[in-house]
């Protein structure tokens, strides 16, 4: 089943092959140079050689979450990467808005030109550092990716209107932080505004642990002006030296794996995700696993239609070539080639549907008593 013929063994054993031969003929195993060995005949003579081969354990080829759990991430070729952050807020706080001013202001995507395309997240740059922005704000997507297990928010900016303080989603917002561990940067918003008060909202925070570091807590806050620009730059520094503090790096050598963004059908070119690499570095071309869909990333663009080669970590991408349309949170992985990348993601599908029908046979069962 291994494959493995004396010549191999020899090269791995980094012995002769005429000794393997010899050996195994002791053994009482007559055999020549290009006979395949069954696995007990090499591990018995690899214990002569006071070497333990181990079979290599049956890999469960549907799970792709073992690539996120792994610890095989080589030090050595780690690099800083880009922070990921996400903006929440109460409702009508300003979060549009001052995404939309970065986009409008700060978006590179390298080259000029370009239209400027709503992808659900794009990079802003300051003074040649980059920082990503996921552009689904509201606590419903960051809930939702979290709950799929896709842990991609570094930092959290959380936009307090200056004029409305502390409001219901305010606080959910900041659990839903805490609950993922994310540091936050308080962006008190509409300081342009008459009526605006910065002080109120810093007293209010205080009372959810978000001390301002004049108060003499940790908590970094920006009075800023979303819609007319003001102080921005310093809230994306700001963002900038709390990444510093994460050291926030990723190995690029590795093949890519991440999550996906958002997703959806588009009439002519079929399924459409926009990806954030997390690891790795993701090509054209690549085999794929992505949730419970698969294929091979046939075009990819970035935040300005623009397309690209390669991405890097921290890296939203949109890509198309995908079988069907994953969900918003899955996660992807690139795999050794179309085959086992086929194999994976049929074989999740197939789980998934058997979970779905279990699932409704429970709650049928359920019904059943119930009615009872
Ligand atoms: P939802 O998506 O509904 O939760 O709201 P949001 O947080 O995205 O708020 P949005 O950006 O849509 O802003 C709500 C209103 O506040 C809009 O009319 C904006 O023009 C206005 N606004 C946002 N920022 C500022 C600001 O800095 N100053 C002033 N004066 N108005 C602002
Ligand atoms: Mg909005």
């Known amino acids: 089943k291994v494959g493995m013929n004396v010549q191999d063994l020899a090269k791995l054993l980094h012995r002769d092959a005429t000794e393997i031969i010899k050996k195994l003929f002791l053994l009482g195993v007559v055999t020549n140079q290009n006979q395949s060995l069954d696995e007990d005949t090499i591990e018995v003579l690899a214990a002569d050689y006071g070497i333990e081969a181990k079979q290599k354990e049956e890999e469960d080829v549907a799970d792709i979450d073992r690539f996120f759990d792994d610890e095989t991430i080589n030090e ?4 800083p990467r880009a922070p990921v952050v996400t903006i929440m807020g109460h409702v009508d706080h300003g979060k549009t808005t001052l995404l939309d001013y970065l986009r409008k202001t700060n978006v590179t995507a390298g080259e000029a030109g370009g239209i400027t395309q709503h992808i659900g997240a794009y990079q802003a740059r300051l003074n040649d550092k980059l920082i990503t922005f996921l552009d689904t704000p509201g606590h419903a997507a960051f809930t939702e990716m979290r ?11 959380l936009v307090v209107a200056a004029d409305d303080g502390v409001q219901p989603q305010t606080i959910e917002a900041i659990n839903h932080a ?3 561990g994310t540091p936050v940067i308080v962006a008190v918003n509409k300081i342009d505004k008459e009526g ?14 978000l001390v301002p570091e004049e108060y003499g807590g940790d908590t970094i806050f920006v009075q800023i002006s979303a819609k007319f620009g003001k102080n921005v730059d310093q809230l994306l520094e700001m963002i900038l030296l709390e990444a510093d503090v994460l050291e926030l790096k990723a190995d690029p050598t590795q093949p890519a794996r991440g999550s996906v963004i958002e ?5 002519g070119r079929g399924p459409v995700s926009t990806v954030l690499i997390q690891q790795g570095t993701l090509h054209v071309g690549d085999p794929i696993v992505v949730g419970n869909t698969y294929g091979r990333v046939r075009t990819m663009t970035n935040e300005k239609g623009h397309d690209i080669d390669a991405a890097k970590p921290a890296t939203p991408v949109q890509i198309t070539g995908l079988n069907e349309v994953p969900l918003a949170g899955d996660r992807f992985i690139v795999m050794a080639d179309e085959k086992t990348a086929r194999a994976a993601g049929e074989e999740r599908a197939k789980r998934a549907r058997e979970e779905v029908r279990n699932a409704g046979s429970v709650v049928t069962l359920d019904t059943l008593f119930n009615t009872m």
């Open 263 to 267: 997703a959806r059908l588009d009439k």
């Open 196 to 209: 605006a008060n910065p002080e109120q909202v810093m007293n209010e925070l205080m009372a959810h642990d």
């Open 178 to 180: 805490k609950a993922a």
């Open 76 to 79: 050595e070729a780690l690099e």
């Open 147 to 157: 709950a799929r297990g896709a842990n991609v928010t570094d930092i959290t900016v």
